[in-house]
């Protein structure tokens, strides 16, 4: 926390920001805004804003403590006694005796807080929810509605409404994925399934700018963190001009703060600030009219703090004009900056645009009002307003409006800072006494040990004296080595000096004494644990420990399950402020991607120029966005959806009923995306009865034409039948037709009516064709051949 003394006191006010009678040319000076940063300053060192004082006095302590950091004077006081403000030895230790066992202790700490967090922070990240984003206008959801239930008719009277398409020659269409029941209908509805194209593309677009922020891997945890050692998380959602780009950041709730409010979510404050440190360099371009001597003495305000180093006489820093910086120009200096919410009165032209949407704009004077019912009206404009204030002097800058600022609708300014608050004391103040009882058990463990006596033997030199063995004299030493050597004590069992018999044995073994200390330091080590465990429900099983041999495995998860019942607060707690930091964000996207050319021109590279249009057609028909939180996978759910995927693909692959690859990666591509996976076993399942119904259809063919072609190859073997047949036949009856031409020719010779050459010639055989064999053989004429020579020319005889 960074104290100026002079602003606790009550002397800072915050301006009266609803009066008519500051004209908002006055509210945009620097004079106006630096009251406003000097009064949130003040309310932040007295400890006025949103969260108690003792917060920002404590949480420095409470942080060391969760790095397992904090100040070991405290464990040094108790073994060595406090320290004189002379700084001699502690009372009652000599020179002599700090070099001693007992005062030779490594007081490092040793504590189990940092694996705590980290498992605590590690298990919540994996909690955290998924957003997305919805139109929330009457517009968008009219339009919606019709979408969802068109699509519900389509896939129910698809074949009736692809008869009516084809009797009206119009093309035929693929509705996709085609509820079986309202019920479907309605999941699928719930889970995203109906957006329109515009609210895709933004949802694309907030999904960009949380990514390019870090936010799953660097915010979330910083948040988690805050909420369980301090209690209290914050960000910001900013701006920059010169990318265009919309972003999230981290504020550190050591130095960031918002109006006091009794809420947990601080729902619509009106003011929130957050310090950040600057270097000179930067304050001198943010500051073009400030002197050398006057960033000189902001730099020596600061000197020898936030790690500055310091400042000698300024006259040696003048001298040097052959160097391109000055020592100073690295050093930092604390920026509030602080935004709020104020009012602006002004007078405004009120008319109806051509959507039919009443709209205003400023009124100048000597405007002339056109014709579609202008009216000029008074305007009560609640505005967003930033300033930077260099802590302590009188140096401002981006100070006035907020350019670009979100609004919820078209009336209310969203302030950009966004935190939230845990309802009870946060975790770590919980379990500090049980980790300085765990410090002081591990100091006690070491103190115990370099002061404990090693084992070891005494020994009776009364009855080594005087030994005689094989009449050769053995003193004490000589039978202790022998001993040692072999095993064996060779004694005298009366006393030398009142030679009566004794019962003692002459070597005894002493037992050291660590063990003792050693079982108390880790039995006051357990119970610090247990101490932990009981004051914040937290079970050692949760973050790492072994469970015991005798708990059950449903033990186990009973424990695991209490643990996440304890912090289920922090995580809705994330979630919240997630959703609102996500909901600004949309917000401002909507507004940079139409009004800035700089935004425009940086995410037409992320969703298309045709798609970034889109946005500005939305932003013409007032659509408001909305975020929507879903529920994160586990990684046995994401398991699961993948092996299903997996064995659909398969089976597409082994020519069984199955997606193909293409499928596959959309699939997996939804769920890396962060889809719902109720969506994704939806369309999973859509895709496979699609690839079924494809199949049947494919074997019905196959089976048609196999029929079509058992058909055609009957209707060919029959018609053969009938060719053969009919050929048959026809052989037949020139058969029978050239024996009756040759008997009546055969007559009508012998009658003597026809001649040999006549009869040859109606057989189609001339008579120069006939060999001198033929013509010589009195045969021929004595008994003409009944049967035609040749069929061939049998038949070429007319009928």
Known sequence: MIVVEKYREDGFPMPDRDNQRIPKEEKRQAKYCKEVAMHVYSQYVRGGCSVEGEMYTSLSDWRRYAYGRQSQEKYKDTYLGKVKETGVLPIGVSAKDARKAYANIDFSIMSPAPRILDAIISRMTKAVDVVSVDAIDAASGAEKETLKWGTFVEGRFKEQLSFIRMYAGLPQEDVGYVPQNVEELNLYDAEGGFKQEYVVAMEELLKYAMDESRWDENIVQRLLFDLCVGGFAMTEDVYNPITGEVKAVYCDPLYSGLQYTRDAQYDKPDWGFTVRFEKITTLRQKLPNATELDLYTAAKKYENKFGNHALEDWSKYTKLSNSYSLPYDDMIVPVIHVKWIDVEYDIDV???????????????????????????????????????????????????????????????????????????????????????????????????????????????????????????????????????????????????????????????????????????????????????????????????????????????????????????????????????????????????????????????????????????????????????THTRPTDAELQEIFEAINLSLKNGRDGKVGITEADSVRFKSMVHSGASLKRVAQLLAFANKKAKEEAEAEANRAQQMNAQLNQQTEQMKTQLKGQEAQMDIQVEVSKNRSKAIGDLLVKAYEKGDKSIDDALSMLGVAPQQQTTQERENPALEAAPTAEPQQPEQASNIPS
């Open 350 to 628: 009120k008319h109806i645009n051509r959507v039919g949407h009443t709209r205003t704009f400023p009124y100048e004077k000597g405007m002339k009002l056109g014709k579609r019912d202008e009216k000029v009206v008074g305007a009560r404009r609640k505005m967003l307003y930033e300033v930077s204030w260099v802590i302590d002097t009188d140096y401002t800058y981006d100070y006035g409006v907020a350019r670009f600022q979100p609004r919820d609708g078209l009336s209310e300014p969203i302030l950009p800072f966004h935190g939230v608050k845990t309802l009870g004391q946060p975790i770590m103040p919980r379990i500090i006494p049980a980790l300085d009882l765990f410090q002081n058990a591990w100091l006690k463990l070491q103190q115990g040990i370099s002061m404990a006596v090693l084992s070891g033997y005494s020994v009776d030199l009364s009855t080594l004296n005087n030994l005689n063995l094989g009449g050769q004299k053995l003193n004490p030493l000589e039978a202790i080595k022998m001993w040692r050597q072999t095993g064996i004590a060779f004694y005298n069992g009366r006393d030398s000096v009142t030679l009566q018999q004794g019962m003692r044995r002459p070597i005894e073994p002493l037992m050291g004494g660590a063990g003792t200390v050693i079982n108390d330091a880790l039995l006051a080590m357990e119970a610090a644990s247990k101490m932990i465990e009981d004051t914040t429900g937290i079970n050692p099983i949760t973050i790492g420990g072994t469970p015991s041999d005798r708990q059950g495995k449903a033990v186990t998860q009973f424990a695991v399950e209490g643990t996440n019942d304890v912090l289920s607060g922090i995580v809705r707690q994330v979630g919240v402020i997630q959703s609102d930091t996500a909901r600004s964000m949309c917000l401002r996207l909507a507004y940079v991607c139409v009004h800035d050319k700089t935004a425009f021109n940086k995410y037409k590279n992320v969703i298309g120029e045709t798609r970034m249009e889109l946005l500005k057609i939305a932003d013409g028909h007032d659509v408001r966005y909305g975020i929507r």
